[in-house]
T-cell receptor, first 113, second 111 residues
Framework: SAVISQKPSRDICQRGTSLTIQCQVD?????MFWYRQQPGQSLTLIAT?????????ESGFVIDKFPISRPNLTFSTLTVSNMSPEDSSIYLC??????????FGSGTRLTVV | TQLLEQSPQFLSIQEGENLTVYCNSS?????LQWYRQEPGEGPVLLVT?????EVKKLKRLTFQFGDARKDSSLHITAAQPGDTGLYLC???????????FGTGTRLQVTL
């Protein structure tokens, strides 16, 4: 299976600022996804990161708040913009390849104060 | 909107006991996956079931996919403290490979 390196692992941010989370995969993935998770709870899909084009967002998530980039097959970023305490959560990236199933990064625990 | 309800939400048992976690939906999935997640880590894939009625065994873990491909169960035999974690089922509807995750079951196994 692939290995996804996600960083930062955690951060504490001031409200009104933005944080960019990066995910690097050690092999090519066909699709990449970004999720949000409250500790101990389920995962909610934010968007599908499309290579070289705009991400596809799920209901309730918008590009202005969560801009996503995926410049190549192995790298993607998620930015949480103009943060408020409600954005405090764990953010996870995931990838799926032709030779392996879904693999997840270790997550970014974000606290907005 | 597809929903996957897991039960129980939380389970605390002693080492050596058996347990079953259920994952139910009103929607049909092309496949269903089970993950285990530990604090500070991402979910790790345990198994994927594809065929209705399929049963897969992974050491002490037995996974079953319902005949109608709407539900699944995970049975753990002789639980160990290392089994502690958050168990998540996830359904793939076949649309753009997007997963719908279940509500989660937190398992705690004590000595």
């Amino acid at each position: 299976s692939a290995v996804i390196s996600q960083k930062p692992s955690r951060d504490i941010c001031q409200r009104g600022t933005s944080l960019t989370i990066q995910c690097q995969v050690d092999s090519q993935v066909t699709m990449m996804f970004w999720y949000r998770q409250q500790p101990g709870q389920s995962l909610t899909l934010i968007a599908t990161a499309n290579q070289g084009s705009e991400a596809t967002y799920e209901s309730g998530f918008v590009i202005d708040k969560f801009p996503i980039s995926r410049p190549n097959l192995t790298f993607s970023t998620l930015t949480v913009s103009n943060m408020s305490p409600e954005d405090s959560s764990i953010y996870l990236c995931s990838g799926i390849g032709t030779d392996y199933g879904y693999t997840f990064g270790s997550g970014t625990r974000l606290t907005v104060v | 909107t597809q929903l996957l309800e897991q039960s129980p939400q939380f389970l605390s048992i002693q080492e050596g006991e058996n347990l079953t976690v259920y994952c139910n939906s009103s929607s049909v999935f092309s496949s269903l996956q089970w993950y285990r997640q530990e604090p500070g880590e991402g979910p790790v894939l345990l198994v994927t079931v594809v065929t209705g009625g399929e049963v897969k065994k992974l050491k002490r873990l037995t996974f079953q996919f319902g005949d109608a491909r709407k539900d699944s169960s995970l049975h753990i035999t002789a639980a160990q403290p290392g089994d502690t974690g958050l168990y998540l089922c996830a359904g793939d509807s076949g649309t753009a490979s997007k997963l719908t995750f279940g509500t989660g079951t937190r398992l705690q196994v004590t000595l």
